[in-house]
């Protein structure tokens, strides 16, 4: 993808060294692919529309925050691209990525050194990792919208903000969270996918039982 084609798809108006960065992203991801499986092969192809700006509209739809939590993050998507993308708009925010697979979080140290973006990557599960107290919560992918939120309760700070990128079937997903939990949610229609949302969450509570 070229640069231009790029800002036209986001609405983000990027500098020559930021879309640079992400190019050299792009080609960590296919040089390590074989070995390590960081996407699809069948998304492979498609690695900009269907991966890099899937991430950066996540990034776009926060406007300031100082930390910004990256859970289950794989490949990178979106917390490298997050990363990146801070370093020109955002130079105040500290971003981790949570990465329990050994030989991704590798990856991801790799990206971050060949990208010149100071991500801190933390290699173990989610449940194990220390409270964060992160501003702003990211998950691509990982589980549904009820698991989500236990994590949220761990490790976003009480007035942060979640943000969830959701398929079709996304009103099944809150419905089910609403059972156990109380929240505060906007959407916002994916720019790759017209069926997918992007759930973004604040407020997140257990739901208070009602006696019987």
């Given at each position: ?169 996304w009103k099944k997903e809150v419905s089910e969270a609403q059972r156990d ?32």
């Open positions: 993808m070229k640069k231009d084609a790029f800002e036209r798809a986001t609405g983000l108006n990027v500098s020559r060294e930021t879309f640079k960065r992400l190019e050299t992203y792009v080609a960590l991801v296919k040089k390590w692919n074989p070995a390590i499986n960081v996407v699809s092969r069948k998304s492979l192809d498609d690695i900009w529309p269907r991966h890099i700006v899937d991430s950066v509209q996540l990034f776009t739809c926060i406007e300031t925050s100082k930390s910004w939590l990256d859970l289950g993050s794989g490949g990178g998507f979106p917390g490298a691209v997050i990363s990146i993308l801070a370093n020109e708009f955002s130079a105040d925010t500290s971003v981790t990525l949570v990465e329990s697979d050994q030989r991704k979080s590798a990856f991801l140290r790799n990206v971050s050194r060949e990208t010149s973006s100071d991500f801190r990557v933390i290699s173990k599960r989610i449940e194990q990792v220390e409270p964060q107290h992160a501003d702003v919560i990211s998950a691509r992918a990982l589980t549904n919208l009820s698991g989500l939120m236990a994590f949220c309760e761990r490790h976003l700070n009480p007035a942060g903000v979640a943000i969830f990128p959701k398929g079709a079937t939990w109380q929240f505060e949610v906007d959407t916002i229609t994916s720019i790759t996918e017209p069926q997918a949302v992007i759930l973004k969450i604040k407020g997140i509570e257990r739901a208070r039982s009602v006696p019987s």
